[in-house]
C-alpha cells in the first residue's frame, strides 16, 4: 500500500507537486498518467524519500521511506535504468544491491533468469542496450520481493516481446497482492494493463479511480449499428430522440442504449448485421480532461521549412 498525503514539493518560486493526495492499494496495477512536467518523477522521488516535500508525506506500508529497516525488501523502484555502475557486471550490481539490504544471493540468480539476462549476467552493465538495462533495473525493483513496486517508465527501450513480458509481470505480481504504481506515456500499454489509474496535471490531482470509469467519464459511448435498412432505422432512432451519423455502411448512435435499439429493429422487423458498444480509449479521455494541463504544445511544421 502506498499513501501519499498532501505532499507538495516547491523550487523557489515554483511549485512542481501541489497537495497531492493518493493510494496505490494492493492487488492492483495503478498507472500514474499526467503530460511532461505535471510532476509524476518527483512524486515518485518523494515517495521513495530521494526528495524531501515542502509539506505532507508519502507512507509505503504504514512507513516512511527512511523508516524501513531494508528498503528493498519492502518497495522495489525503477526510476532510471542508466544509473548502474559501467564497469560492473548485471551479476555484481545485484549483489551489492542485495547485501545492502541482506538478500540472500540465491535471490541474484533468481531475479537474472527471471528478467532472462542469465546468459549475460557477467557482462558489464556499460555495454548492455537501453532494454537489457530496463531489464537489469526490473530486477533490481523484485530483487528483495518486495509486496510494493513503484516503476517509472517500465517498457521503454523494451522490443515487442519485451513490452508484452513487462505487462504480464505487473499483472501477476498484482494477482499476488502487491502494490504496482506504474509510470508511462504509452497510454495504449496502460489501458491493457493497468486497473486504475491516478492522473495529475501541473501537480494537481486531477482523477483517481477505475480505468474503466476514467474513459466512460470523458468520452462517449455510442452503439455502431450495420442494418440493410439503416436510413428506416435513422428515421426511427431520430424520432425516438437519439443522434444519428453515418459513418461507412453503419450508423454511430448517441443517447441510445444498445438494448433499446435492438427493441426497435426487433418491433419493425428489421435486420441487424451489427450491435455493438463504442467506448473511447484512454488516451481519447487523458487528452480532453489534461488538456488544460498541458505546459508545451507543439506547432504544426512549417511549409517550405529544411533544417
Known amino acids: 500500500m502506498i499513501e501519499a498525503v498532501g505532499l507538495t514539493k516547491r523550487y523557489g518560486a515554483t511549485t512542481a507537486v501541489d497537495g497531492l493526495s493518493f493510494s496505490v492499494p494492493p492487488g492492483r496495477v495503478t498507472g500514474f498518467l499526467g503530460p511532461n512536467g505535471a ?6 522521488r518523494m515517495i521513495l524519500g530521494l526528495d524531501n516535500p515542502t509539506t505532507g508525506h508519502a507512507l509505503i506500508a504504514g512507513r516512511r521511506y527512511e523508516e524501513l529497516r531494508h528498503p528493498l525488501r519492502t518497495v522495489g523502484a525503477l526510476l532510471d535504468a542508466t544509473w548502474v555502475h559501467p564497469n560492473r557486471s548485471a551479476r555484481t550490481h545485484l549483489r551489492w544491491m542485495a547485501r545492502s539490504n541482506g538478500i540472500p544471493m540465491r535471490r541474484v540468480e533468481e531475479v537474472l533468469e527471471a528478467v532472462g539476462l542469465g546468459p549475460v549476467a557477467g557482462r558489464l552493465a556499460g555495454g548492455f542496450s537501453l532494454g537489457m538495462a530496463q531489464r537489469l533495473g526490473i530486477a533490481g525493483a523484485l530483487l528483495g520481493d518486495p509486496q510494493v513496486l513503484v516503476l517509472d517508465e517500465p517498457v521503454n527501450g523494451l522490443d515487442p516481446e519485451g513490452v508484452l513480458w513487462i505487462r504480464g509481470l505487473m499483472r501477476r505480481l498484482a494477482d499476488e497482492g502487491r502494490s504496482v504504481l506504474v509510470s508511462s506515456h504509452l497510454l495504449s500499454e496502460m489501458a491493457l494493463t493497468a486497473h486504475d489509474l491516478v492522473v495529475i496535471g501541473r501537480g494537481r490531482l486531477i482523477w483517481q479511480g477505475g480505468a474503466e470509469e ?65 467506448r473511447g480509449s484512454l488516451e481519447e479521455a487523458f487528452m480532453r480532461l489534461t488538456g488544460d494541463a498541458v505546459d508545451y504544445h507543439a506547432q504544426p511544421a512549417v511549409k517550405g521549412a529544411r533544417p
Open 214 to 278: 476514467f474513459v466512460a467519464q470523458a468520452t462517449d459511448t455510442s452503439v455502431r449499428v450495420r442494418t440493410p435498412d439503416a436510413a428506416t432505422l435513422r428515421a426511427l432512432l431520430e424520432h425516438e430522440g437519439a443522434k444519428v451519423r453515418a459513418e461507412g455502411d453503419a450508423l454511430i448512435v448517441n443517447g441510445a442504449l444498445s438494448s433499446a435499439i435492438g427493441e426497435t429493429c426487433a418491433a419493425n422487423g428489421i435486420v441487424l448485421h451489427e450491435l455493438s458498444l463504442q
Open 39 to 44: 510532476g509524476k518523477s518527483t512524486t515518485m
